[in-house]
């Protein structure tokens, strides 16, 4: 069965620092580009970043640029997301999900060409 996990979420105070894991079961990640999406309540989904598939390219959001970290390990067939100068603003539901193009695509946030998704792990971020 084809999977995807996400884990790391929880609850930190503003300006903490959060990692979150998105490991793949069942498949091989090294052919696909990985995106990392968040929906807070009553919002629509955001793409927050993405990595290709050897990890040479990466995109980031406006609004996580300079704090948040894509990086990926394919021999532990697993993704992460390094959070730092964690705001309220970023309290979300967080999904990873796979692209089975090896590279970010122009439209990846909106989220459509992505194959798999986990099933999100949750970030609250409060004092």
């Known amino acids: 069965q084809l999977q995807l996990v996400e884990s790391g979420g929880g609850l930190v105070q503003p300006g903490g620092s959060l990692r979150l894991s998105c490991a793949a079961s069942?498949?091989?990640?090294?052919?696909?580009?990985i995106g990392w999406f968040r929906q807070a309540p009553g919002q629509e989904r955001e793409g927050v970043s993405c990595?290709?598939?050897?990890?040479?390219?990466?995109r980031y959001a406006d609004s996580v640029k300079g704090r948040f970290t894509i990086s990926r390990d394919n021999a532990k067939n697993t993704v992460y997301l390094q959070m730092n100068s964690l705001k309220p603003d970023d309290t979300a539901v967080y999904y990873c999900a796979a692209d089975i193009n090896y590279y970010c695509s122009l439209g990846w946030t909106s989220g459509k060409e992505y194959h798999y998704w986990g099933q999100g792990t949750q970030v609250t971020v409060s004092s």
């Open positions: 069942g498949f091989t990640l090294d052919y696909y580009a």
């Open positions: 990595i290709s598939s050897r990890g040479g390219s990466t």
